[in-house]
């Protein structure tokens, strides 16, 4: 029992070099739709549909995270198909690293009421940029004293500090009866998100 115990605790303090996180996800994720998976676009009753969600965590402290997502899309169901919007905004921290991205999201689906089988794809654009004079460095910070008001660091500051690159997200779903399966990869083509010159690709996700 305790052999199984220490392995148990060896794996979870493991498991995260081996993880990949970098997109906020909403607990309420049935109310960002095609944010979730662009398989889901146009799969609703009805003709249009609209969404918005807000997240603000850690909101206690001054660096907290803001995340907000909205979108719209359509059921076009004369030629089984969906297409819609999305609009993503997050800051993160007090340096103010923001991001923000639009695209648009189109599925083809197979199948009635009972049995569903759809395939999304969703391509935009994403614009990151950093307040760098939000940044604080070693060179402003006193011992004993802590930060020093108005003092300027000499680090080197680089030439940019806004970027912007083309983004992409593929997915699938099935819907039998009242079961729905689903999965989708984000960020297929790997984009580059450095400010400072070094090779920073985004990594994949993969949702379900």
Same mark, same amino acid.
């Given at each position: 029992m305790m052999k199984r115990r220490i392995v148990l605790l060896m794996l979870v303090m493991v498991l995260p070099f081996f993880s990949l996180a970098q997109d906020h996800i909403y607990s309420q994720f049935? *109310?960002?739709?095609?944010?979730? *998976?662009p398989a889901l676009t146009g799969q609703f009753e009805g003709d249009i549909r609209f969404n918005a969600l807000y997240r603000n965590q850690w909101s206690g402290l001054a660096s907290d995270y803001g995340y907000m997502s909205a979108s719209g899309d359509l059921n076009l169901g004369q030629i089984n198909s969906g297409v819609g919007l999305i609009f993503n905004r997050s800051t993160e921290g007090t340096a103010y690293l923001v991001k923000n991205n639009i695209a648009a999201s189109y599925s083809y689906i197979i199948g009635g009421d009972d049995f569903a089988l759809s395939f999304g794809l969703q391509a935009g654009i994403t614009n990151q940029k950093l307040n760098w004079d939000k940044l604080v460095f070693g060179d402003q910070i006193g011992i004993g004293t802590g930060y020093i008001p108005?003092?300027?660091?000499?680090?080197?500051?680089?030439s940019v500090d806004s970027r912007f690159y083309l983004d992409a997200n593929a997915g699938t779903n099935l819907v039998y009866g009242k079961f729905m399966l689903g999965v989708a990869a984000h960020h297929i083509n790997r984009p580059g998100e450095s400010l400072s010159g070094f090779q920073a690709k985004l990594p994949m996700r993969i949702s379900g």
């Open positions: 049935y *109310n960002s739709p095609i944010y979730l *998976n108005g003092s300027i660091s000499g680090a080197e500051r680089p």
